[in-house]
């Protein structure tokens, strides 16, 4: 080796750890700049600036400009290697469009028109800036988030974590004076409270929706929506790892647990699929509701697209909010609007049959067009055909979920059929009471009020509720799958059986276990709130109060009109419900508890009396 190859290895060697220390401290730098970013955006669009402040808050967007431009510039030349490996094709184009924005501060003004000047006015344009400097904090905070799951901190409490500060920020947000309607104040437990709503999909509101917030409110709480319907992590690995890829392979592993993944290679893709059906289905959805109410609001078209994407998000995303006052029991749309009530139930139920089940329908599609374009192509029929396309938990979250819905729709309409119903006409009755079935399920819209109901269609709702979705969806609930697998194991034991099979599947002892806890812990946790509640609205009866409750954890929305009479505590108790229903109380155990280790011993088996 030649002496002046030794002398740069060693001057490399030697400034490596400076280099190092130089990248952290800029990427402490860069987290705090993107956050004040997003502060400053919100403040800028949150209420009402003078000149004074509006040109302190670009000076801060030109300060957050140029730590990120120095800190694209330190990664290239400093660890070119390590930056070409980690960024992906996206990144790249994301730092060559920062260092586009370098072209109106070297060159002037062109004086002549023309294709030339309107790239530079575009380049120097606030919309190019604010939405190129957004992407990036939104990439630097994904990618901090990201990283605090390879430092092995538990993923548990960081989910729970996520959850709860974007809670905050949009209590924050539902705060500022643009989002809600002149004259109307919004106390900060009201605004904790709808925005644990949306953020959790519930859909229990201690304020009149329409009457209380502006369309820049109501955009917060979509948005609240659907990041809480989406999932924080799973938006946040999306973001990291489609445009940097540099995740550890601890934090992909916890990924794939959290998205059902059936392997590393395809936790990518999987979370595409995610983000696909979503978009697809609330896109369809959409479409479908804009059909069903054109001209017959009297609302524009640009409103009349509003309130579709609105109701076909807060649908998907089972989170049942409304523009409409009164829900969807508002007597514009009960007339004549059957096809939208279908369309909002069948969103719910897409919604809440779970992002690994609308995967694997993609599977069974695919395999099918392959079958059918191979036919075409060879004019031969494949034999070998795969048996079990439908996996164990496919089958059982959409027996259950027919059989739920087949039970609620009739026994619905048999005792609302001249009560609540009374006055309707037949296809009107049969919609509602389909409509009613699946909002339990656990969206959380109305089309009648439930205090209206019959007690035995209250009882039913608490069920339904109680139930509530499938695994891994927006839905709530003890979920669908936990509460088959413990009926299964109730079966089994009446029938003496030491294994619990299904559909020429023996169930395992952990599904059983996790199964048995969800629904004890479920009620427990139940039983605690109702309890204390009662202590704290005297005024108002148990079956109240268990409806509220029953709603909030399972993060339904339904209610018989006690939200907004509740005091602040009780608004803070079912926040705090609205929460553990959302995150799961298991998971925050998980968080909390530290786990004990298997061991490699076992005592001696014994027998406790039971019956």
């Not at 904090?137 to 901090?144: A, M």
């Not at 496919?394 to 009739?410: A, D, R, S, W």
């Amino acid at each position: 080796m030649k002496i002046y190859h030794k002398f740069f290895l060693y001057q490399n060697k030697l400034l490596q750890p400076y280099v190092r220390l130089l990248l952290r401290l800029m990427a402490i730098i860069t987290y705090l700049a993107s956050i004040m970013l997003i502060v400053g955006v919100i403040y800028e669009h949150g209420f009402t600036l003078s000149a004074h402040e509006v040109t302190k808050i670009h000076l801060l967007y030109k300060t957050v400009w140029i730590i990120f431009l120095i800190d694209v510039t330190l990664h290239i030349l400093l660890e070119y290697r390590d930056t070409k490996k980690n960024f992906r094709k996206l990144a790249w184009i994301l730092s060559w469009l920062l260092y586009l924005t370098l072209i109106p501060v070297i060159f002037h003004r062109p004086e002549e028109g023309g294709a030339i000047l309107h790239l530079w006015e575009f380049l120097h344009g606030y919309f190019y800036h604010i939405v190129l400097l957004l992407l990036f904090s939104l990439l630097n905070l994904s990618n901090g988030l990201v990283r605090l799951l390879g430092r092995r901190t538990n993923p548990s409490l960081i989910l729970a974590a996520s959850f709860l500060v974007i809670i905050l920020i949009g209590a924050g947000l539902l705060m500022l004076p643009r989002c809600t309607v002149d004259g109307v104040t919004l106390s900060w437990v009201d605004a904790l409270f709808t925005s644990t709503s949306a953020v959790c999909v519930t859909g229990l509101v201690p304020v009149d929706v329409s009457a209380t917030f502006t369309p820049a409110g109501l955009t917060v709480i979509i948005l609240l929506i659907q990041i809480g319907g989406l999932g924080v992590m799973t938006l946040t690995s999306f973001f990291a790892m489609f445009f940097m890829g540099n995740t550890s392979l601890y934090n992909q592993l916890v990924v794939r647990d959290m998205v059902s993944s059936n392997s590393l290679g395809s936790l990518l893709s999987t979370l595409l699929y995610i983000l696909g059906f979503t978009l697809v289905i609330e896109g369809v959805g959409m479409l479908s509701i804009w059909f069903s109410i054109h001209g017959t609001l009297g609302m524009d078209v640009q409103d009349e697209l509003a309130f579709s994407a609105f109701h076909s998000i807060s649908a998907f995303c089972n989170a049942g909010f409304s523009t409409l006052p009164g829900n969807l029991g508002n007597p514009m749309v009960m007339t004549n609007h059957n096809w939208l009530y279908i369309t909002v139930s069948l969103l719910i139920i897409f919604g809440g049959i779970g992002f690994p089940i609308l995967v694997n329908f993609k599977d069974i599609i695919v395999y099918h067009a392959r079958r059918f374009w191979r036919l075409i192509r060879t004019r031969q029929w494949d034999n070998h055909r795969v048996h079990h396309l439908f996996n164990l938990n496919t089958k059982i979250v959409l027996i259950m979920t027919v059989l739920l819905l087949v039970f609620g729709t009739v026994a619905i309409a048999i005792f609302e059929w001249n009560h609540s119903f009374a006055g309707m006409s037949i296809a009107d009755k049969w919609t509602q009471a389909f409509f009613n079935a699946t909002c339990p399920r656990t969206a959380g819209f109305s089309s009648v009020d439930l205090t209206s109901l019959s007690i035995q269609t209250i009882m039913l709702y608490i069920v339904l509720m109680w139930i509530g979705g499938a695994a891994q969806s927006t839905a709530g609930g003890v979920k669908v799958n936990a509460f088959a697998v413990a009926s299964l194991n109730l079966i089994a034991v009446l029938r003496g059986t030491e294994r619990v099979e299904v559909f020429g599947r023996e169930l395992s002892h952990d599904s059983i276990r996790r199964s048995n806890a969800a629904v004890v812990v479920s009620l427990g946790i139940l039983f605690v709130f109702i309890f204390i509640l009662s202590i704290l609205e005297p005024k108002m009866s148990i079956m109240t109060l268990t409806f509220e409750c029953v709603s909030a954890l399972s993060t339904v929305g339904s209610s018989l009109n006690a939200t907004p009479l509740l005091c602040d505590e009780s608004k803070l108790l079912v926040s705090l419900l609205m929460f553990i229903g959302r995150v799961g109380f298991i998971t925050l155990v998980l968080g909390i508890v530290k786990q004990k280790k298997n061991t490699k011993y076992r005592y001696p088996s014994d027998n406790i009396i039971i019956n």
